[in-house]
């Protein structure tokens, strides 16, 4: 019995296969039939003696497979599927005649005939035939042939043999290096000293501790598979090398909610180095990427808003320092200049005011709404992210970076087209939040139109500030004398005598809406928190408060306002949050939590008792909107500015602020002891605030600001 298999690259159209198996069949073949088609695809009742579909046969191994293979060209694609086939591959082995049935599948046909040196490959069924009456009239020829070639050709053996070897020792690795080794202290430690030993070249240094990392955290040593990527860069000559695993070693710290200053710091300074190797040589591009790295790295979130403290509160010029020495990190804030001076305001016809922001229009509304219905301007709003052609221009700190670096010439010609119309059309541009907005503004020449840029207090944490060109900013806002003295600081070319005009004024409030009639008997004992949504709000601090208060009189409780934390956000946050959790478990039901409303004024009607409880803050709004509901104030002395010269102690009439919970349960129980001092002092409190805060004030000093020039 002669074997024949046919591999198809398409499927074989009906009539001409049942034709060519009946040839086939005539010369006395077993006829198996395989490729690129579904079985559905031939028609039933046809003499063969197997059929396989590739496709459903790769589908069968798994959707990585499937999915490899499909970006594969055709021939290669019938290849990959025949070579993983089992079926197909044994029908190969005994066949004696293998036929291509279209271009596509000649490739296969080759291949397999490599292995099997006694079929004839051939292309088309006419060939085939003619084979077939050949070995059927000349057995003894074949005979003699076959017995010649028993074993694959030489290259074919090669390529098996390597392959084979590959898979062997891939294998091995996975198996000595699996999760279920690292588990094992003496399994750990032995591939620690494998990455670490002398003489490994750096590539197969790094991939040997990304696996090993990988496995170390997979088995529950998060703290050695950040430990044993931070070995081998120690251990890597690269510098490119040597940035990427330190900087994988600091963010795996990060992720099990570890932060490693000195690691980290590690990380940033040979990321600058390499950025300033990159930039010497005119490589912009791979300066860029690597001076991205550092800031990204030094500017994570897990470090600065997911953290009780913060290295660059407490100290800006020394954590930035090694960032003040790189060259590269010094081009990124310009200051690049402009052709002209912002010009005055118009006095023959409205200001053209444009309002823009990327994604955040939250503290707006106020603003846009009195200028609307001003007679002497002409508004209009931009979100960058809401626009098609800016979108993508804003999301690119990376390109912006390259684009300071004097690459990324495309980036900046697309930026200028994009932005002129606006620059053009506005007298003067306000830019919220001192972000990719503000940034990508000031990459161009705004020619005679005034930029203003206002800040809130997440951008001083992020690198966008210092993407920012302060020579093309004209005033500068900030909602808080301690937020203008930190960040002039941290971007020490805000606060240049060349600088921009340097401007406080609150957020704007419609604080009216908040004054309403206290419900309930119990308000006087009711604490209020609003917004707890970050671990910067540091909603233990209230909880110990409330403990302390309870020690003396279990009628106080607390209303959380808003919703709780963001527990995807990071580790640290996480861990927060376990804590919170716990807390609140212990206090029972003396804590209420709404969630989010948007009655947040209904909420506050019954709180007697407003808390900060905050280790920084840009403002506060919530804390305000409660003493004007006539709600005891309670500020923190927020540490991020604590002992500075401005502070929440500045910003709050200073009874309002306290150093601890002592403190402050002293403060409430003090100013809640009947309910004449309660009224007293929350009306005192809610007059404050409203003659100090409310839109009518604080109004007039945008007027200052946007229409006086």
């Known amino acids: ?210 696996r090993v ?81 550092a800031l990204t790295l030094a500017m994570h979130r897990a470090v600065h808003f997911d953290s009780l403290s913060s290295p660059l509160a407490a100290d800006p010029a020394g954590y930035l320092a090694p960032f003040r020495a790189s060259a590269a990190f010094g081009r990124l804030g310009g200051p690049r200049g402009r052709a002209q001076a912002a010009a005055r305001p118009p006095a023959d016809r409205p200001l053209r005011l444009l309002v823009a922001t990327y994604a955040n229009a939250n503290f707006l509304q106020p603003i846009r709404d009195r200028y609307a219905d001003h007679p002497g301007v002409e508004v209009r709003f931009l979100d960058l992210k809401e626009d098609d052609v800016l979108r993508p221009l804003a999301k690119g700190g990376q390109r912006m970076m390259e684009y300071a670096l004097g690459g990324q010439q495309a980036f900046g010609e697309q930026a200028e087209a994009a932005l002129r119309p606006h620059l053009d059309w506005a007298d003067t541009v306000f830019v919220d939040w001192c972000t990719n907005a503000a940034a990508l503004f000031t990459s161009v020449d705004p020619g005679t139109t005034r930029i203003v840029v206002r800040l809130h207090s997440y951008e001083a944490f992020t690198f966008w500030p210092h993407l920012v060109d302060p020579s093309r900013v004209d005033d500068m806002v900030f909602v808080g004398d301690h937020l203008r003295d930190l960040v002039t600081e941290i971007v020490p070319g805000l606060g240049a005598p060349d600088g921009p005009r340097l401007h406080v004024i609150a957020n704007a409030m419609d604080l009216e809406r908040f004054q309403r009639a206290k419900t309930g008997a119990d308000a006087r004992f009711t604490l209020g928190l609003v917004g707890v949504s970050a671990v910067a709000k540091d909603p233990r601090w209230a909880l110990e408060v409330l403990r302390l208060l309870r020690e003396r009189d279990e ?10 934390l963001d527990r995807k956000a990071s580790a640290a946050a996480r861990a927060y949050d376990d804590a919170l959790r716990g807390d609140l478990a212990a206090l029972g039901d003396a804590v209420e939590s709404t969630g989010r409303t948007e009655d947040v004024p209904g909420e506050l009607a019954r709180v007697g008792v407003i808390l900060s409880s905050s280790v920084r803050e840009s403002f506060h709004c919530g804390l305000v909107e409660g003493a004007v509901s006539g709600a005891l104030p309670v500020v923190r002395d927020w540490p991020f500015f604590a002992g500075r010269e401005n502070g929440a102690g500045t910003l709050f009439p200073a009874d309002w602020v306290v150093g601890s919970p002592k403190e402050a349960a002293e403060r409430i129980l003090a100013g809640t002891a009947t309910e004449d001092v309660w009224r007293e002092t929350a009306d005192a409190a809610a007059k404050h605030a409203l003659s100090t805060w409310d839109w009518p004030v604080i109004s007039r000093q945008f007027d200052r600001l946007l229409l006086d020039g």
């Open 1 to 210: 019995m002669t074997h024949v298999l046919l591999l198809a690259g398409a499927p074989p159209q009906p009539a001409v296969l049942k034709a060519s198996l009946e040839k086939l069949r005539a010369e006395g073949a077993t006829v198996e039939l395989a490729g690129l088609f579904d079985t559905a695809d031939i028609p039933e009742g046809l003499p063969l003696g197997g059929l396989r579909s590739l496709p459903q046969a790769a589908a069968e191994r798994g959707a990585a497979f499937e999915k490899r293979v499909a970006r594969l060209s055709g021939p290669r694609r019938v290849w990959a599927c025949v070579e993983q086939d089992r079926s197909v591959r044994r029908w190969g082995r005994r066949a004696q005649v293998i036929v291509a049935l279209d271009h596509t599948a000649v490739y296969a046909v080759w291949r397999l005939a490599q292995r099997n040196r006694r079929a004839d490959a051939l292309f088309g069924i006419a060939p085939a035939v003619k084979a077939l009456k050949e070995r059927r009239e000349h057995p003894l020829r074949y005979v003699l042939r076959d017995a010649a070639r028993t074993a694959p050709s030489p290259a074919a053996a090669a390529r098996t043999t390597r392959r084979a070897a590959r898979r062997g020792a891939g294998a091995a690795l996975r198996r000595a290096s699996s999760p279920a080794v690292m588990r094992s202290a003496v399994g750990a430690k032995v591939w620690r000293s494998a990455v670490t030993a002398p003489t490994v070249p750096d590539g197969l240094r790094a991939k040997l501790a990304r």
């Open 213 to 293: 990392s990988t496995s170390m955290a997979k088995g529950g040593r998060k703290a050695g598979a950040s430990m044993v990527l931070n070995a081998a860069a120690q251990r890597t000559a690269d510098l490119a090398l040597r940035v990427d695993l330190l900087a994988e070693a600091a963010r795996a710290d990060l992720a099990r909610g570890h932060d490693d200053a000195a690691q980290r710091a590690a990380a940033c300074q040979a990321a600058l180095k390499l950025a300033d190797r990159r930039l010497a040589r005119g490589d912009a591009k791979s300066a860029a990427a690597a001076l991205s790295g």
């Open 555 to 564: 009628r106080y409780r607390l209303v959380i306002i808003g919703n709780g």
